[in-house]
Each structure stands twice: as structure tokens, then as C-alpha cells.
């Protein structure tokens, strides 16, 4: 879902799009825990799937930053 979302060429491959998913996730729920003051529990719900692409999407802007660099 990050890949779809944000713009420009992605060179990280089958396995980094699975890396940034899953560190992706893990980040949006910590900091979904931290803004909301409340447990997130990573069950399927609407609230902790848009936490998880948020968290996607940064990791992935980030990584693109430091790539063209």
C-alpha cells in the first residue's frame, strides 16, 4: 500500500517491501500508541491498517530521502 501511495521509483525490491511493511507497521502502532494515549491492539481493524500505511509510507519517504542522497 506504500509502494502505491508514494511517488517516484522504488529500488528496494520483493524483500524490502516486506522489510518496510512489517517495521513500517510496527512503527505506526508505537507512535498510534503514543498520539492516541491508548492501546492499539494489531487485530484487523480499520484504525491499526491506516496506523500500519501511515507508518509505512514514512518509513518509506525516509528511506527514499536518504537514497538520493
Same mark, same amino acid.
Given at each position: ?16 517491501? *516486506? ?6 507497521? *510496527? ?9 492516541? /494515549?491508548?492501546?492499539? /491492539?494489531?487485530?484487523? /481493524?480499520?484504525?491499526?491498517?491506516? *496506523? ?8 518509506? *519517504? ?8
Amino acid at each position: 500500500m506504500a509502494r502505491l501511495v508514494t511517488p517516484g521509483r522504488h529500488r528496494i525490491g520483493c524483500f524490502g517491501t *516486506l522489510a518496510v511493511g512489517v517495521i513500517g507497521a *510496527l512503527l505506526g502502532g508505537f507512535l498510534g500508541e503514543a498520539v492516541f /494515549d491508548e492501546e492499539i /491492539d494489531f487485530g484487523w /481493524d480499520l484504525k491499526p491498517f491506516l *496506523l500500519a500505511v501511515a507508518g509505512s509510507i514514512v518509513l518509506l *519517504l525516509g528511506l527514499n530521502a536518504l537514497s538520493r542522497r
